[in-house]
């Protein structure tokens, strides 16, 4: 038995109108498939972000230690003490060694990567990038406190490799000096640079893939050496991998603050801030203030890499 509806029936009639009405308008159409995703976005996403801003005006009584809604620009002038400016210089300072280095030893193995590996190999390769990325974040960070350790695998490779005066010197000098690596600001450094480094080594393999080797041909026709050919063609066609790639390292750098806590001298980040004051002191004004800080600067970041292509290489 048919059990269809016939054309003329009203129901068919109405679902004929809202289809041709749709197809009609493409534009009314998408919009109606990104309604739900944009209000997700927008309310719970943006709207908890602007309120946690906002309640960076607000007033901290510090003898009642409680939150009232009274604006003041007392926090973000805070923000400018010398003791607060140096959190963030010493953040932001961090942050940008740890992506020029990324940079660096990332270049390499993303060009090797992309030029001379194929099939399996390039897939091993592909797995040996990405198998830290499977581990826990927190295990991580506590294994190399365990590898900078006084009597860790790393100090014991720098004195059988001959280097121990070198590692003298690294501990004495007061910007990354401490009395083991794993007390050093070296030693933070190395930890950040190992964590975040297959984020820089993806997307710069990802812009290499994309350069033509006829290009690197007809430099080699043209009678350019190879560093000329790095220079002039390789680098240039490369820099929109490291500029997204500089995303990650950059921003996941500055609003860290696991490593810093773990790892390290004593001297807040950013990220240990925000904690302490909110959770510690119960701060919350204080602590919306320190969150505005790497909002600012990634921003600033963003429009810089922009003009790079970053965004076309993520």
Do not use: C
């Amino acid at each position: 038995m048919d059990m269809s509806l016939p054309a003329s029936h009203p129901d068919n009639r109405l679902m004929r109108r809202v289809a041709t009405f749709l197809w009609q308008r493409p534009g009314f159409w998408l919009a109606l498939l990104l309604l739900p995703p944009l209000l997700w976005f927008g309310v719970i996403y943006l709207g908890s972000l602007l309120t946690l801003l906002w309640q960076g005006f607000y007033t901290f009584d510090d003898f009642t230690m409680s939150v009232t809604p009274d604006l003041t620009f007392a926090n973000i002038a805070a923000l400018f003490n010398p003791a607060n400016y140096d959190i963030i210089l010493r953040t932001l300072t961090m942050a940008v060694a740890v992506t020029l280095a990324s940079a660096v030893l990332a270049f390499p193995m993303a060009y090797f990567m992309a030029r001379y590996t194929s099939g399996k190999l390039k897939a091993f390769f592909y797995i040996a990038v990405m198998l830290p990325m499977w581990a826990s974040y927190i295990v991580k960070a506590y294994a190399w406190t365990l590898l900078l350790s006084r009597d860790g695998v790393a100090q014991w490779f720098l004195n059988h490799m001959g280097l121990e005066p070198l590692l003298n010197l690294m501990l004495t000098i007061p910007a990354v000096g401490g009395n083991t690596l794993s007390t050093s600001g070296f030693g933070r450094f190395l930890v950040f640079l190992y964590i975040w480094l297959p984020f820089m080594i993806l997307p710069i393999q990802a812009a290499l893939e994309r350069l033509p080797p006829s290009l690197l041909q007809a430099s080699a026709d043209l009678g350019a050496r190879p560093t000329q050919t790095f220079r002039h063609v390789i680098l240039p066609l490369a820099i929109p991998g490291v500029a997204a790639g500089s995303v990650f390292t950059f921003s996941l750098t500055l609003g860290d603050f696991i490593v810093p806590q773990l790892v390290g001298p004593p001297g807040y980040f950013i990220g240990n801030m925000v904690y302490s004051q909110q959770g510690a002191i119960g701060n919350m004004p204080m602590a919306a203030a320190f969150t505005l800080v790497p909002i600012v600067l990634i921003a600033i970041y963003l429009l810089l890499v922009k003009r790079l292509g970053a965004f076309d290489a993520l």
